[in-house]
């Protein structure tokens, strides 16, 4: 296939923001963050469903409690564990500092 | 960037005044026509202001929106704030779909129905740790613009344009079909008058201010739909359980509900088709015992509606919005915040409507019906009445499977079901023509971008002027929009299954590609092309040939016994062809001379666990389901591949130049500049 693999660089912006080590070190632990929420992805999208059966004969305010969990649970979970990620990855910005210029 | 950040705008400035005013005088408008209404003001009246004062403040919006600047028309000068973009980005996400459909879907399925739910919320995870900030960071106009530049320029792009356009058409001309329904019920026009007039409202939101009118607007149109999905079922709420917190109290209504399905089961009843009996059990087949095919469905399709969710570059584009990286991730989190206000109301709705169902309509003669099944009992554009009362055996009761409600009647109808005056069926409306219109205009923009933008401007014409692209631009969407709405006039409702069909396509066709872009340094040009030709011609072929083929499907997949039954299926369907039924009889006839099919060992390899290849007979026709799953999921077999050759391909091809890898280390931090491999990919 006829790809276009590179051109001329620009003429602004040809060095890194920030040095090779600093990027390096902020990369792992950002991809460490990104492990992390993806595991809280995967057991409230699909790791507790798993179990619907057995949560549903507990019932709290009427809810079957597997019922629940699809319902709101997950979703609730959710909701937190983003701004919980936004909270986090600026904190991980700011010890790198990596953040953007005000 | 040529942006023009720093501008002194004082609508930007004042955002918080002019929505709260905003709000507070929709708020006084519904109260004003609720007076109306007690002084004998004619529903009819009523519905007529309601569709025509809430189009009219959106296209006075569009209209104020106005631009003729590049980066406004495309990503409405990057300064949205992340709560604002995150209200834009819910009501540019719910559709007709999750306004009218999702509620009256969990009332028929059940448990089975949460797996919108989850997928439908849970893709925002994806988007935010994976894509939205270094989208941003990468600061362009459209998503083919990043393969484009991440992979080398034209063939990335134009698969990419190509799987875009598949994806977003069949969404849009879904939009465009429940705007139809909604100002049909409302204007008591015809249905082309009525997907004709919708067409008006979504064009002068969209033509004259881009992304930057289409922002301002959907900001305007979530606060309508949310105000109108929330009372409704705050007064059911208060009207069965006398608390109006329905996402807290429909926990007693399920726990009815459970009683009274038991009862009508001991009575020797049975649901009508396609309602589950078991509304609070997971996994269960019709017999209401466990069902390794229900449970495989219901995680299959969550994965395709989050994977896709997070491919959809309608939802996608709205992330180049924001004034920064970090707003990027906020307005993600805000994003999935409004969405969710939405979405843990839903099953609340399907509870009560249910319970009320079963409590006061199962059980009465059919002479004493509540008067709102009355009012639904006309004839929907599915060609059967919206409330089908069928009187299986002749007693005049309303037995458990004689109440046929379709789903779509369960929202739109709760005000009447609950008793409340015509106002809130006004209030329904205008939210469900907010929910079609605001998805609309954001699928419409993200079609007509990536025809003006990466087609014209980015492969044909690199030297147009931006005056010269802003009217091509213009001009397409308004033939996009016209093509959709004849599509959507001349097929009505049977093309709603298709929008099922979106998720799986942007799913297997885009995300791998993106994905490995920005987190596998060591992705090549020649892989993520592959990568995302394979994945999408894969999930494309799988559905038509299941959906539309099916008989053939099964004739290579399935084993002789499952073949000889989907062909008895086949030749009794009361609307497939003569040709078709005519071969299908001939199979049967001649049943001992069925083969396995040719792939019967494939289609085999789970039938051991309970999922071998079977058919289920949908929409009029004969559906294969390889290992058992329903194509609505078809996206799990092309993501994966995707993957899979992207990762594969990467190692058998030359690694990518310094230069891109310079780039890939370059989205990947917030701070300073981007430097693209390839100059000639960057936008003014």
């Known amino acids: 296939m006829p790809l276009v693999e590179s051109g001329p660089e620009p003429e602004s912006a040809t060095s890194a923001a920030v040095d090779p080590v600093t990027a390096q070190a902020y990369w792992k632990k950002t991809s460490s963050l990104m492990w992390t929420v993806l595991a809280i992805w995967f057991v409230a999208g699909f790791g507790v469903h798993l179990f619907a059966q057995t949560l549903n004969p507990i019932h709290i305010f009427g809810f079957p409690l597997g019922f629940y969990m699809a319902a709101q649970g997950s979703l609730i979970i959710f909701v937190v564990a983003l701004f919980w990620f936004a909270k986090r990855q600026n904190e991980i910005d700011e010890e790198f500092g990596v953040q953007e210029d005000a | ?684």
């Open chain 2, 1 to 684: 960037m040529a942006d023009t950040t720093g501008a002194k705008d004082p609508f930007i400035d004042n955002l918080n005044k002019i929505y709260i005013g905003y709000t507070g005088g929709f708020a006084f408008f519904v109260v004003l026509l609720g007076i109306l209404e007690q002084m004998g003001v004619p529903d009819r009246i009523i519905g007529y202001l309601f569709v025509f004062l809430t189009i009219g403040v959106y296209a006075y919006i569009g209209i104020i929106s106005r631009t003729q600047v590049a980066s406004e028309y495309y990503v409405a000068g990057r300064r949205v704030p992340a709560i604002y973009n995150g209200m834009a980005t819910g009501s540019d996400w719910m559709s007709a779909a999750s306004f009218i459909g999702m509620a009256g879907s969990l009332y028929a399925l059940g448990y089975g129905g949460l797996a919108f739910i989850l997928g439908w919320t849970g893709g925002y995870m994806l988007v935010a740790i994976l894509l939205a900030p270094y989208l941003r960071k990468f600061g362009q106009y459209t998503v083919p613009d990043f393969l484009g530049a991440r992979f080398g320029g034209n063939w990335a792009r134009a698969i990419g344009v190509v799987v875009l356009i598949t994806a977003s058409f069949v969404y849009v001309v879904a939009q465009i079909v429940g705007v139809g329904i909604i100002t049909q019920r409302f204007l008591e026009v015809s249905f082309l008058t009525a997907v004709f007039l919708g067409l008006a409202g979504i064009l002068v939101c969209s033509m004259l201010g881009g992304m930057r009118a289409v922002t301002w607007t959907q900001v305007a149109q979530y606060i309508i739909l949310i105000i109108a999905y929330l009372i409704p079922a705050i007064l059911m709420s208060v009207k069965i359980s006398g608390v109006p917190i329905p996402q807290l109290m429909y926990g007693l209504a399920l726990e009815r509900i459970e009683v009274l399905e038991q009862g009508f089961r001991a009575a020797g009843m049975v649901p009508p088709p396609g309602v589950t009996g078991w509304h609070t059990s997971p996994f269960i087949g019709a017999n209401g015992q466990f069902s390794m095919n229900a449970a495989v469905n219901f995680f299959a399709l969550i994965f395709c509606l989050m994977v896709g969710t997070a491919a959809l570059p309608h939802v996608l584009m709205r992330y180049f919005t924001t004034p920064s990286v970090r707003e990027a991730r906020a307005s993600v989190a805000w994003s999935l915040f409004f969405i969710f206000l939405l979405y843990f109301t839903a099953p609340a709705y399907a509870a009560f409507g249910k319970l009320e169902i079963y409590q006061t309509v199962i059980g009465q003669p059919i002479a004493n019906l509540p008067e709102w099944i009355k009012n639904w009992q006309i004839i929907s554009p599915y060609g059967t009445p919206w409330v089908n009362i069928v009187d299986v055996n002749r007693d005049g009761i309303v037995q458990w499977g004689d109440f046929r409600i379709h789903p779509d009647v369960v929202v739109l109808a709760t005000p009447e079901i609950a008793g409340l005056p015509y106002v809130i069926a006004g209030l329904v409306a205008a939210g469900g023509l907010a929910a079609a219109l605001s998805t609309a205009d954001g699928l419409l923009l993200a079609l007509a971008n990536a025809l003006s933008h990466d087609v014209y401007y980015k492969m044909i014409n690199r030297d147009a002027p931006t005056a010269r692209r802003l009217i091509i631009s213009r001009v397409l969407l308004l033939i996009v929009a016209v093509l959709a709405a004849w599509t959507a006039g001349s097929m009505g409702a049977d093309i709603l299954f298709l929008v099922a069909w979106a998720f799986s396509i942007a799913a297997a066709g885009l995300f791998a590609a993106l994905v490995m872009g920005v987190w596998y340094k060591k992705t090549t040009n020649a892989a993520a092309c592959w990568g995302m030709a394979v994945g999408y011609l894969v999930t494309f072929f799988y559905l038509i040939w299941s959906e539309f083929y099916g008989l053939h499907f099964m004739e290579t997949f399935a084993t002789k016994e499952a073949i000889l039954r989907a062909a008895t299926a086949t030749a009794a369907l009361p609307m497939a062809s003569a040709e078709l039924k005519a071969y299908a009889a001939g199979l049967v006839a001649n049943a001992a001379a069925i083969q396995d099919g040719s792939l019967a060992w494939f289609g085999s390899l789970w039938a051991g666990s309970g999922l071998p290849t079977d058919h289920v007979v949908l929409r009029g026709r004969v559906v294969g389901r390889l290992w058992g799953l329903n194509n609505i999921s078809g996206g799990v077999f092309g993501v994966p591949l995707s993957f899979l050759t992207i990762y594969l391909v990467s190692k058998f091809t030359t690694a990518p130049s310094q230069a891109m890898q310079n780039f890939v280390e370059d989205i990947r931090i917030p701070r300073g500049g981007v430097r693209l491999a390839d100059r000639r990919e960057a936008v003014d």
